[in-house]
């Protein structure tokens, strides 16, 4: 091969050399625009699901999101721990739609009852709150080798009738040492004793039956023994 041949070879091969690196260049600067444009992109959009007892508001803020800030500020492992500080979320799921949309899904601690005693809210899980919600108020002590028993019959109470419950209070006798007084908010009483606390959650359809047989006066339900109705006032 003469020496202009070999020449005109290495230029063109220098040529192809720079024609890459310079693809390769603008290549990586592509990616790092891509990269740095994604970074700082914003949530345009929040969507709060699950939650009944905290607010919208109270979740974006206790997230810190109010601000709409940038998708990457708003990764699941950077939200849930704030979140999960506040006692009323038992457990929360962070996901995003259409990339700059947040979903924050929250699966709450129910409030179970009030106990005036201490002056706070009982939680499902246990956990203790300031704030007082629309559920029964505990009126009094409860001894402590029935409180668990008590706490758990709570939890197994569904919701429509939990609601129906204004106030409870530990009332044992002599024959029963686990009996409740349920005052009821549509003016009826109701005892119960805790083996048979299960019973309550057929209130509705119990008085139902009741009030045809009495034409809806108010009274009081045993529930702990005998299962009968008593007319007052």
């Known amino acids: 091969m ?43 959009n929040i969507y709060i699901k699950g939650n009944t007892y905290l607010k919208d508001q109270e979740i974006i803020e206790l997230a810190e999101v109010e ?13 849930k721990p704030r979140l999960k500080k506040n006692n009323m979320i038992e457990n ?17 601690n129910i409030p179970l009852y009030y106990d005036n005693t201490k002056g706070k809210t009982i939680l499902e899980n246990k956990k203790e709150v300031e704030e007082k919600y629309n559920t029964p108020v505990l009126l009094n002590y409860i001894l402590d080798k029935k409180q668990k028993r008590f706490h758990e019959e709570m939890k197994k109470i569904p919701e429509n009738i939990k ?9 044992p006798n002599e024959k029963d040492e686990e009996r409740f007084l349920l005052s009821m908010n549509d003016g009826n009483y109701v005892y119960l004793s805790l083996y048979k606390f ?15 047989k009495f034409n809806n006066q108010k009274g009081i339900l045993y529930l702990d023994s005998g299962d009968y109705f008593k007319v007052i006032g």
Do not use: G
């Not at 070999?6 to 720079?18: A, N």
């Not at 890459?20 to 949530?43: G, R, T």
């Not at 299960?198 to 045809?212: A, C, G, P, T, V």
């Open 2 to 44: 003469s020496k202009k041949r070999k020449k005109k070879t290495k230029k063109k091969k220098l040529r192809i050399k720079y024609k890459n690196v310079l693809i390769f260049l603008l290549v990586f600067l592509f990616i790092i625009y891509l990269i740095n444009k994604i970074l700082n992109i914003h949530i345009t």
């Open 67 to 79: 601000n709409y800030p940038k998708v990457i500020d708003t990764l699941s492992f950077v939200l």
């Open 92 to 108: 929360v799921k962070i996901s995003h739609k259409n990339i700059t949309e947040l979903v924050i899904n929250v699966d709450e």
């Open 163 to 171: 609601q129906k419950i204004s106030e409870i209070k530990y009332d």
């Open 198 to 212: 299960d019973r309550i959650h057929k209130y509705l359809d119990i008085m139902l039956e009741i009030n045809k």
